[in-house]
């Protein structure tokens, strides 16, 4: 079974940096892409950025691009989404989801989210 | 690129069917057959319930259907049950090499 994992919720202040994970689980993690998601409180779903994990190719929304960074590590199946200097607009939950065709970029595994809370 | 055009919210009893529109544009919705939809309950994670704007994964129930016509894409629920009560959003992908969200369609089942 397809399984991504996120690491747990995270309470930070404005200027700080921060790095959450997504493990794969169930699948060879090099098969799938993986991109990560926003969505702010009350709001719809955002894409952030795609990473493939392979050969760490990646791929950013151009509202995101300068924003956050995406990086995977292969030889422990993780995606990451970090940020250098978290603003309170930051606060939201972030998902990951694995993407099986790249060319269509339909996200077909998610994990369960990780909420990023951003305030002073 | 803009977000793909949802109503905000449907309804609909039980046993009954609701359909859900998502409209883009012809470098979207219109210009390729990658339209997905995904079922969010509340405090949830999205579940992908349609690919490929009409095909099932393997474990989502048959009332679900997509279809597209022109740049727009529909999701079609049939025989409402109350656990299908939820937000749903429509994906696609770009011109640009990206994929696109609606904004989300919350559906009740009265």
């Known amino acids: 079974e397809v399984q991504l994992v996120q690491s747990g919720a995270e309470v930070k202040k404005p200027g700080e940096s921060l790095k959450i994970s997504c493990k794969g689980s169930?699948?060879?993690?090099?098969?799938?892409?993986i991109g990560w998601v926003r969505q702010m409180p009350g709001k719809g779903l955002e894409w952030m950025g795609i990473i493939y994990p392979g050969d760490s190719d990646t791929r950013y929304s151009p509202s995101f691009q300068g924003q956050v960074t995406i990086s995977a590590d292969k030889s422990i199946s993780t995606a990451y989404l970090q940020w250098s200097s978290l603003k309170a607009s930051d606060t939201a939950m972030y998902y990951c989801?694995?993407?099986?065709?790249?060319?269509?970029?339909?996200?077909?595994?998610w994990g369960q989210g990780t909420l990023v809370t951003v305030s002073s | 690129q803009s977000a793909l055009t949802q109503p905000a919210s449907v309804s609909g009893s039980p046993g009954q069917s609701i359909t859900i529109s998502c409209t883009g544009t012809?470098?979207?919705?219109?210009?390729?057959?990658?339209v997905s939809w995904y079922q969010q309950h509340p405090g949830k994670a999205p579940k992908l319930m349609i690919y490929d704007v009409s095909n099932r994964p393997s474990g989502v129930s048959n009332r679900f259907s997509g279809s597209k016509s022109g740049n727009t894409a529909s999701l079609t629920i049939s025989g409402l049950q109350a656990e299908d009560e939820a937000d749903y959003y429509c994906s696609s992908y770009t011109s640009s090499s990206t994929p696109v969200f609606g904004g989300g369609t919350k559906l009740t089942v009265l």
């Open positions: 989801a694995g993407v099986v065709v790249p060319a269509a970029l339909q996200f077909d595994y």
């Open positions: 012809s470098s979207d919705v219109g210009g390729y057959n990658y």
């Open positions: 169930g699948y060879s993690f090099t098969s799938y892409w």
